[in-house]
């Protein structure tokens, strides 16, 4: 495999994982998702509101990249979160649109990805300003590991709160040779 088509099964495992762990908090009775749960960003909402914002500010910047991913294009018109705490909703149906759009988009720009983009020095602030210039598929691999980090973290809510998500190893995303 190579390294494009590592980040294709990545974007691929990542929109399954996603439709999984909405699916599994749509389980949850009326008000569980915004329940306080002593996590990181508080509740299993302001979890899943987290990965939006992080995806959505990583999406913007990587919409700047020289090589201009057309399905990045959308990116530029979307708002730009707060900050890594950024509450999109705490209504399920309207955190999982966002995420299916989300999603859509990181497939088909990993489908557009070369390996001469991915070699690229991307020079990027992060959301205190700071300048970085680093390979930008480092920076891919840092996104989806990100994603995954804290999925997580959301699948530990899930099954603290008596709710199963499933299988979620990648493992069973690699194709047998």
Known sequence: MSAIEHFVLLARYNADMNRQLYDAAAQLPAGELTAARKAFFGSLA???NHLLAGDTIWLKRFSRHPADFPALQAMRDLPQPSGLTHTFSEELPVL????EQLD??????A???????L???FEYRNTRGDAYRKPF???LLHFFNHQTHHRGQAST???QAGVD?????LLLWVPDL
């Open 46 to 48: 302001g979890t899943l």
């Open 96 to 99: 999982r649109a966002y995420r």
């Open 104 to 109: 859509a988009i990181i497939s088909a720009f």
């Open 111 to 117: 489908s557009q990805l070369t390996q001469a983009d």
């Open 119 to 121: 070699a690229h020095a």
């Open 137 to 139: 598929g480092l920076l």
């Open 157 to 159: 809510l899930l099954t």
């Open 165 to 169: 998500i499933g299988v979620t190893d």
